[in-house]
């Protein structure tokens, strides 16, 4: 019985010096409100450097305020020799349970870039996800854009059809 809290304890031992390499450190920060009110916006990031091997997750909050396309677009350098982020997820999502992620388009020549395109977008309230880790020891940044479009109703394209309808008629009545 001795033998086995004697192998127990130091199996606790053991296992409370190797939980701390368990848990990667994380530089996350609060949320960020972008402003989309003139229809377009960028975010920036820098994560100081001492920070290799380390992850994040940052939220970038907006809110649209009617129908609308949304185009954004990631970018961040991922040099092991001169420092950088490896990308991991880049995803949006709303209030209402939707959830997008956007895809890589470019990683090479020391750059990585994530773009997601999503339409029709209902007013809500969004967010961002941008998760990833730092790659080495140096400082990082990386910098993203977003730009929104309003999506006609269809009561527009209805009264663009019947402007349409009329000017061919005049034409041909003219003509006739």
């Known amino acids: 019985m001795k033998n086995t809290m004697t192998a127990l304890a130091a199996l606790a031992l053991a296992g409370a010096g190797w939980a701390p390499l368990a848990l990667a450190a994380d530089v996350s920060r609060a949320a960020q409100v972008i402003d989309l009110s003139p229809g377009v916006a960028s975010f920036t990031r820098t994560i100081d450097g001492g920070n290799a ?22 970018s961040g350098f991922n040099s092991p020799d001169f420092g950088g982020v490896s990308f991991n997820n880049f995803s949006l999502a709303n209030s209402a349970g939707l959830s997008m992620n956007g895809f890589k388009v470019v990683d090479q020549g020391g750059v990585q870039t994530w773009r997601l395109l999503a339409q029709p977008l209902v007013a809500d309230s969004y967010h961002l996800l941008v998760s990833g880790s730092v790659l080495n020891a140096r400082p990082v940044t990386y910098v993203g854009a977003l730009a929104v479009s309003a999506v006609p109703e269809p009561q527009t394209y209805a009264l663009l059809a019947g402007g349409l309808g009329l000017l061919g008629y005049m034409v041909r009545r003219r003509k006739a």
């Open 53 to 74: 091997g380390i992850t994040f997750v940052d939220r970038y909050d907006f809110t649209l305020t009617a129908t609308s396309t949304l185009a954004a677009l990631l």
